[in-house]
């Protein structure tokens, strides 16, 4: 369980210099790496909330589990009780 909150504090760093990212660019190198790499996560992450929304329709509150899943993609869907 450690693991898990290990990786989602990485995973929540990781959002946070992206979004630090645009309002304050870093140089020339860095800005379009992290850019490109918070990119593709996204895109990553929303391809798992259209997979899994079936999943995530029948629980409380499925507008914050679908947040959850955009910021933290299968690490939030592996502590999701199962149906």
Known sequence: MSV?????????TFWLLAL????YPMGEGWY???N????AMLL???GELLLFNARL???PQPWWHRVQV???GF???RGLPKL
């Open 4 to 12: 898990l909150l290990f990786v989602r504090g990485a995973l929540a």
């Open 20 to 23: 630090l990212n645009l309002i």
């Open 32 to 34: 379009l790496t992290v």
């Open 36 to 39: 490109l790499i918070a990119g």
């Open 44 to 46: 990553a992450h929303v």
């Open 57 to 59: 329709v029948n629980l």
């Open 70 to 72: 955009l910021l933290f």
């Open 75 to 77: 690490i939030h869907l």
